[in-house]
């Protein structure tokens, strides 16, 4: 059974900084893209970053050079380093998995999810 546990959520202002981390068990992490997604209260789910399992990496426009994603497999976690913090990042993060994707800013492209954590930037 797939299982994410997401961690390091928080309270920030503007500017400021976070790490979240995604803690994955029940399948074989290594072989499995992962990826962070992101809701605001009243909005769509959108997709915020994506790590193949060879390391390749993908990243929405609004967080492009602000945010790095990365995974380490002897761990079974995702990070999602998120610096030049903004109001408008403010959102519950969720962590996602899937072993193919086709687009992967697409929430059905995804099939297990965590529980989310949440992310508040105050101006």
């Known amino acids: 059974q797939v299982q994410l546990v997401e961690s390091g959520g928080g309270s920030v202002q503007a500017g400021g900084s976070l790490r979240l981390s995604c803690a994955a068990s029940?399948?074989?992490?290594?072989?499995?893209?992962m990826g962070w997604f992101r809701q605001a209260p009243g909005k769509v789910r959108e997709g915020v970053a994506a790590?193949?399992?060879?390391?390749?990496?993908s990243y929405a426009d609004s967080v492009k050079g602000r945010f790095t994603i990365s995974r380490d497999n002897a761990k079974n976690t995702v990070y999602l380093q998120m610096n030049s913090l903004k109001p408008e990042d403010t959102a519950m993060y969720y962590c996602a998995a899937q072993k193919r994707l086709l687009t992967w800013y697409e929430r059905r492209s995804w099939g297990y999810w965590g529980q989310g954590t949440q992310v508040t930037v105050a101006s």
């Open positions: 790590i193949d399992s060879d390391g390749s990496t």
């Open positions: 029940g399948y074989s992490y290594s072989r499995y893209c």
